[in-house]
């Protein structure tokens, strides 16, 4: 296996196509737990966690079941049923397994079901046809980009609320708006690599 | 079961206006970015978002009774997945253009949190006229927001509509960049506080006279 198209991949998918910033995903979490630095690390060790094992688990679906069956068109619905059913029992077995674990990180795990990037990612990989290290690779990528985008935002934030912003402004305005500048940071990344 | 008492036409004002999905509630923000960047794409959006919250909601509505609460959240699941395939393959083949740039986000219509709400809040606990009411005020509230993100975007960014070229000269590039898309949205934002503030002044202006 080529690792240096792994580690492209890597890269790519957390600098230059970040989620958050270009693609424009997560968006919902992204502004509703980055407003402590603590939570915004929880949940970006959780989502990188699940990123990755919902990609490997939905590949090994997508080839060995979805396409021998020819029923790929099937993907949205099979692919939200396996990251439901992955969600829920990891949320079971670590309430079982590691109690301290579960109270810090299990309100995460809930929230993660609904969120597009956990669904877009193994989207993107059948769309694609990335092979399963591939896969991995890019669910990683992604996980870690959406985990720098969250402390980047979280630590902004923090320090934004004992700024004096106009009363219109205040709260998710001002973040969209931050997130904005952030974006065009973000944009300086394109052309790092071309894959 | 909590029924409601509001009129169709006052739940369907409500969706649009008061409990707007983008503006008021920020759920479902991920598509108000993405897909503004022309109006074509936002209306798009928006018509596909319609489709789908209203018929979940009827769906639901009308299952709500055979539906054990223990399971409602996969069932939900199932049905918003069944009508986004749906809309997802009729773009695919009717609206080609406009789906090679917007599919991914189509798809993820399955992760709206406004759709899923909607079906837990209000569908599973009323009969079928008033939720298909809210069903269409809160799509249509959804689109309204997309039309209007979108014609800023489009017109600043590229100085046209729809395609058309309106303004000549210059346009803002930033605009339809990424980084538009968040600067947009957030002005916006603040316009709809601060118009609402005008308007809440105004009103106890009125009052204490």
Not at chain 1, 55 to 64: D, E, G
Not at chain 2, 114 to 120: G, K, P, T, V
Request: a positive charge; proline letters at 3%; glycine letters at 8%.
């Amino acid at each position: 296996m080529d690792f240096e198209k792994l580690f492209q991949l890597v890269i790519a998918a957390s600098l230059i196509n970040n989620f958050v910033f270009t693609r424009f995903l997560g968006l919902c979490i992204f502004f509703g737990v980055s407003k402590k630095m603590e939570t915004a690390v929880g949940m970006s060790i959780t989502f990188t966690a699940v990123m990755v094992i919902s990609a490997a688990l939905s590949w090994v679906v997508f080839k060995y079941i979805m396409l021998p069956l020819d029923i790929t068109f099937l993907k949205i619905i099979v692919f939200i049923g396996i990251i439901a059913a992955f969600v829920q029992s990891a949320d079971t077995i670590m309430k079982k397994v590691s109690p301290a674990l579960y109270y810090k990180l299990g309100i995460y795990l809930a929230l993660i079901t609904t969120n597009c990037i956990i669904l877009a990612v193994p989207l993107i990989n059948s769309g694609e046809g990335y092979s399963f290290l591939e896969s991995m690779s890019f669910g990683l990528g992604s996980g870690l980009g959406f985990a720098l985008a969250l402390v980047i935002m979280a630590s902004i934030r923090e320090k934004l609320e004992l700024a004096d912003i106009p009363a219109p402004f205040r709260g998710l305005p001002i973040s969209f708006i931050v997130a904005g500048l952030l974006a065009l940071a973000f944009t300086g990344f394109s052309g790092l690599i071309t894959l | 079961m909590a029924h409601t008492d509001k009129s169709n036409w006052e739940l369907i004002k409500n969706g649009m206006f008061s409990e707007n999905t983008i503006f008021r509630m920020a759920i479902s923000l991920c598509p108000s970015i993405a897909v503004t960047n022309s109006l074509k794409n936002g209306f798009s959006m928006g018509i596909a978002v319609i489709f789908v919250q209203t018929m979940v909601n009827l769906t639901v509505s009308l299952i709500r009774n055979f539906i054990n609460p223990k399971i409602r959240i996969p069932i939900f699941m199932l049905v918003i997945a069944g009508y986004v395939s749906i809309i997802d393959m009729s773009m695919a083949a009717w609206a080609r253009p406009v789906y090679k740039q917007i599919g991914l986000y189509i798809q993820l219509i399955v992760a709206f949190a406004s759709i899923f709400a909607r079906a837990e809040v209000f569908a599973v606990k009323n009969r079928v006229v008033p939720s298909i009411a809210d069903g269409l005020g809160m799509g249509i509230g959804f689109f309204l927001a997309m039309i209007v993100i979108s014609f800023f975007r489009e017109l600043l960014g590229k100085g046209s509509l729809w395609g058309m070229p309106i303004v000549s000269g210059n346009p803002l590039l930033i605009m339809i960049l990424p980084a538009g898309g968040f600067f947009a949205v957030g002005i916006l934002m603040g316009f709809f506080n601060w118009m609402d503030a005008r308007i809440a002044a105004r009103k106890t202006a009125a009052e204490t006279t």
